[in-house]
């Protein structure tokens, strides 16, 4: 299965540009590149997703890199409710399972 | 936006009890998925369904079984619940496309075994 690696932590300052990186070197052409993050005592939930290019929408950016084997979730303006863990996970049609590693946990300080 | 519900929220129960964790979802998904999560710990896939009368074990290996009779119900029971089935427990679902989609999930159900 593809793996991906992230940092187990990072901090940023609130109000502030936060850029979360992903490794996923093994990818293959078929698989996307899903992030989720899951707020305290809560479920995981939907962050953005991309194939190839670069992708925005309401809650943050996706940048992936050229040659596809890293990525960066950017969150353009941190707020302490940013406060989560990130997932950086690889999906394709062949998935049977999706599996989540450990994620960045993401401090916000005040 | 998610409509996947599960319930109980919160569960505290005897060892020996027997117990079904109770997951719904009205968007009409196909594969429908189980995870438990340890305090502080990542997921761990202990169970996923492709639709009706499939059901699958995930990369845990759990003492829990699952049922989906229906496609909007996946029910996952503990026969004999022990204090080491002391976890959360996190429900999911996603359409059945190309990897492009995306999963929504519950909120989950904390379960306490005494």
């Known amino acids: 299965d593809a793996k991906t690696t992230q940092p187990n932590s990072m901090e940023s300052n609130e109000e502030e540009p936060v850029h979360l990186p992903c490794n996923h070197s093994t990818i293959s052409g078929t698989d996307y590149i899903h992030w989720y993050r899951q707020l305290p005592s809560q479920g995981p939930e939907y962050v953005i997703h991309g194939l190839t290019s670069n992708v925005n929408n309401r809650m943050a950016s996706l940048a992936i890199a050229e040659d596809r084997k890293s990525s960066t979730l950017i969150l353009h303006r941190a707020t302490l409710r940013d406060a989560a863990v990130y997932y950086c996970i690889l999906r394709n049609y062949r998935d049977d399972k999706i599996i989540f590693g450990k994620g960045t946990r993401l401090h916000i300080l005040p | 936006e998610a409509d996947i519900y599960q319930t109980p929220r919160y569960l505290v129960i005897g060892t020996g009890k027997k117990i079904t964790l109770e997951c719904s979802q009205t968007m009409g998904h196909d594969k429908m998925y189980w995870y438990q999560q340890d305090p502080g710990m990542e997921l761990h896939l202990i169970h996923y369904s492709y639709g009706v009368n499939s059901t699958e074990k995930g990369d845990l290996s759990s003492e829990s079984t699952v049922s989906r009779i229906r496609t909007e119900h996946f029910p996952l029971t503990l026969e004999s619940a022990r204090p080491s089935h002391t976890s959360q427990y996190l429900c999911?679902?996603?359409?059945?496309?190309?990897?492009?989609?995306?999963?929504?999930f519950g909120s989950g159900t904390q379960l306490s075994v005494l």
């Open positions: 999911a679902s996603s359409e059945f496309r190309q990897g492009n989609e995306k999963l929504f």
